[in-house]
């Protein structure tokens, strides 16, 4: 069955701090695969997603996620994190077959940033 | 501002009350979903639309009736709710079904 593992439930790091968010999928075919963030009480937001080509994806924000189809991972990051980028961030593998869609997504990584 | 309204965006209702939420779209999308959210638990699809017939319904219970009366417009009908169904309800809308979602800021659902 298709799923989405995000390992970390909740990360803090410094401001100023680089930052990695790890996410590992599960699907047998080509993923889509995408990252998106939640603020407190808010919807999401997408930040970047990947279909193909390069597999380092530059998305908002100042944020890339790189595709390793040999470790089946989407990982998520940025070289330097600024106290607004606390939230929480999902990551999620579209499933698409016949006329219907389908977003499988982690259960999130809460990011906190201490000054 | 994502172009997805969900309104309203807090709603308490009693277990035996009847009560609808409202997701409205302007971006000329073709494809809307339900989404629940749970604390603890990931993002659970509910229901798609693709140019306003459903297409997929991940085995929701009745008690939540979906309704897309157009592409701009989707509703969840909820009736006899029970209080585990307290969640983040959020509605997206894209182009196509293989486009990126786009999402409202959601309805905070209180079951008591």
């Known amino acids: 069955a298709q799923s989405v593992t995000q390992p970390d439930i909740h990360i803090t790091v410094s401001e100023g701090a680089s930052l990695e968010l790890r996410c590992n999928y599960s699907?047998?075919?080509?993923?889509?695969l995408f990252w998106y963030v939640q603020s407190p009480g808010q919807g999401l937001q997408l930040l970047l997603k990947?279909?193909?080509?390069?597999?380092l994806v530059q998305g908002i924000k100042g944020f890339e996620a790189e595709f390793k189809r040999s470790q089946s991972s989407f990982n998520l990051r940025k070289p330097s994190v600024h106290w607004s980028d606390a939230a929480e961030y999902f990551c999620?593998?579209?499933?698409?077959?016949?006329?219907?869609?389908?977003?499988?997504f982690g259960k999130g990584t809460k990011l906190s940033v201490k000054p | 501002e994502t172009g997805v309204t969900q309104t309203p965006r807090h709603l308490v209702m009693g277990m035996t009350n009847k009560k609808s939420l409202k997701c409205e779209q302007h971006?000329?999308?073709?494809?809307m979903y339900w989404y629940k959210q749970s604390a603890k638990k990931p993002l659970e699809l509910m229901f798609v639309?693709?140019?306003?017939?459903?297409?997929e319904n991940n085995s929701v219970p009745s008690r939540f009736s979906p309704e897309c009366p157009n592409s701009s417009h989707l509703f969840l009908h909820l009736h006899t709710l029970q209080p585990e169904d307290s969640a983040l309800y959020l509605c997206?809308?894209?182009?196509?079904?293989?486009?990126?979602?786009?999402f409202g800021q959601g309805t905070r659902l209180t079951v008591v």
């Open positions: 997206a809308s894209s182009q196509g079904y293989t486009d990126e979602a786009f």
């Open positions: 699907y047998g075919a080509t993923p889509y």
């Open positions: 990947y279909f193909s080509g390069d597999t």
């Open positions: 999620a593998v579209g499933i698409y077959g016949g006329s219907q869609g389908n977003l499988i």
């Open positions: 971006l000329g999308h073709n494809a």
């Open positions: 639309y693709n140019f306003k017939e459903q297409t």
